[in-house]
Structure formats: C-alpha cells, structure tokens
C-alpha cells in the first residue's frame, strides 16, 4: 500500500513555514499503515523571491533535483496574493522531468494584455508555485512526500524600476511609535519584507516573531513591544536578492527612523 502526503514549504525570505495540508486524512494513515521507508520529492530553487521587472518580457528561475539517485517531475504555477489561480503570469514548461542531480529552468512570462491592467505606480504580489513529484515507488508501503514550494512574486512596473543595487528605497521605512506599540509604515511603491526588530542587532523585541511584509503605500501595526526609553530599533529587512539588511534607527517620542532614509 502506498501514501502520499503533499507538504507545503513558503520560503519567505528566511521564514520557512512548514506545514502539513491533510493532516487528519494522515493521522488516520499512520494508524494503519506501517511504511517501510520513505520517498521524498527534492526539487529546490535558486532564490527566494522573484521580482519581473515590467520592462522585461519575462524572467527564469533555476530548478534542482536534489535527488541523486532518480529523477523528479516538477509542476509549476503562478497565483495572485490570495492564492488563485491567475492568467496574467505564465509558466512555461508548467510540468516537466528533471534527472538527477540535474537542473533545469522554467520561464515566468507576463501576457501584457493582462499585466497592463495592473496597478502602474506600485508592485503587485503573486506566488510562484513548485511541487516536486517522485517517481512512483515499486515496493508496497512507501510513505510518498510531494514537497510545494511558494516563493513570493513581485511585478514591478516600469515606472518604478529601481536605478541601480544601491537604490535601497526600504531605507525610508518609519515605525511609528504610540506607548510601546510600534507602526510600521511604507511610503514606498515596493513590498518591504521585516524580518527582524530589535533594540540590539542581537536582541529581538518581545512579541515579534514572524516576518512581516509591509504593503506600499501602506501600513502595519506589529505585536512588538518597543521600550518607551528606547532611543534606537534595529530594523532588518529582506533586499532584492535575498539578503538581510540591517539598519539603526533612531527614536524619539513619535517614531523611529533612519537618518538620511526617512523624510522629515
């Protein structure tokens, strides 16, 4: 007898929520299935987030079968932010095989008559979408895990392309101080993805947990606790490629920003 468990990984720019999508259906399996071993799908991608830019016709991303030993199929798909299914972005090949230990590509490709309808003066947010499938087992009582990744998505106009790497708009990031509860406010057109808020570098604030993405021209209220006698907040946020950035705000009674970022 063989299972099949699909198991759904968000790489969220560091924060990588795992969790199980037919949990009751699998309890009930474990209950009366013994499984021998274990077949895992081991398809990975070379980033964790994707940005296309509206200039540009599309934009790659590399798969890997991680597998050594056999090959993977790989299912990809685009959906909006609330996870629907969405004709604006295409993904070409949608299915394919990759061999083992092997990389291949898929293409996210925008169907202007669609993308030109988006919002111009802001990003949009979608979900790129990748299972990985394993090759059928032979032997009986093998527990299959079909692995999803979700990477987030950004569609960013032409008309807010940023100049050059060291175009860091995130830097104009307030947070708005009222007693000990801090909101977070973009008066950027660009998503800000906050990973981390601190007084130190190395000392989170009570209560912030999680990642939190900042809509442009938008704010957010956090469950962080920021001491009324902080005078700074170390701020970190996720860039274009990846990577952490961490800055050194500077408080006073209203809000925290920092110097040279923020408009007065």
């Avoid at 016709?57 to 056999?70: F, G, Q, W, Y």
């Avoid at 979608?126 to 950004?154: C, H, T, Y």
């Avoid at 939190?212 to 956090?222: A, I, N, Q, R, Y």
Wanted: charge should be positive; include cysteine.
């Amino acid at each position: 007898m063989t299972g099949q468990i699909n198991i759904q990984r968000t790489d969220d720019d560091g924060e990588r929520a795992v969790k199980n999508s037919r949990l009751t259906g699998v309890v009930m399996f474990m209950l009366t299935v013994t499984w021998s071993q274990c077949g895992q799908a081991a398809v990975s991608l070379d980033r964790t987030r994707i940005i296309l830019d509206g200039k540009d016709k599309s934009v790659s991303v590399t798969l890997s079968n991680d597998d050594r030993h056999a090959p993977n199929l790989a299912q990809s798909w685009v959906t909006d932010a609330d996870g629907n299914k969405t004709s604006a972005l295409l993904v070409l090949p949608p299915l394919q095989r990759i061999d083992a230990g092997q990389k291949s590509q898929v293409r996210i490709t925008q169907v202007r008559s669609l993308t030109d309808h988006l919002p111009q003066d802001r990003e949009t947010l979608f979900w790129f979408n990748v299972r990985g499938i394993p090759p059928k087992p032979d032997e009986a009582n093998v527990l299959q895990l079909a692995m999803q990744s979700r990477l987030k998505l950004f569609y960013r106009p032409a008309s807010i392309m940023k100049k050059d790497s060291s175009d860091r708009p995130e830097r104009r990031l307030v947070a708005e101080r009222e007693g000990e509860h801090l909101t977070l406010k973009n008066p950027t057109p660009y998503y800000i993805t906050v990973v981390w808020l601190g007084t130190q570098s190395s000392q989170r604030l009570n209560g912030f947990r999680d990642a939190v993405m900042v809509p442009p021209f938008g704010s957010l209220p956090v469950k962080a606790g920021l001491p009324v006698k902080a005078v700074q907040l170390w701020v970190g946020y996720v860039d274009d490629y990846g990577g952490l950035q961490m800055n050194r705000y500077t408080c006073d009674t209203r809000r925290c920003v920092l110097k040279g970022g923020a408009p007065s």
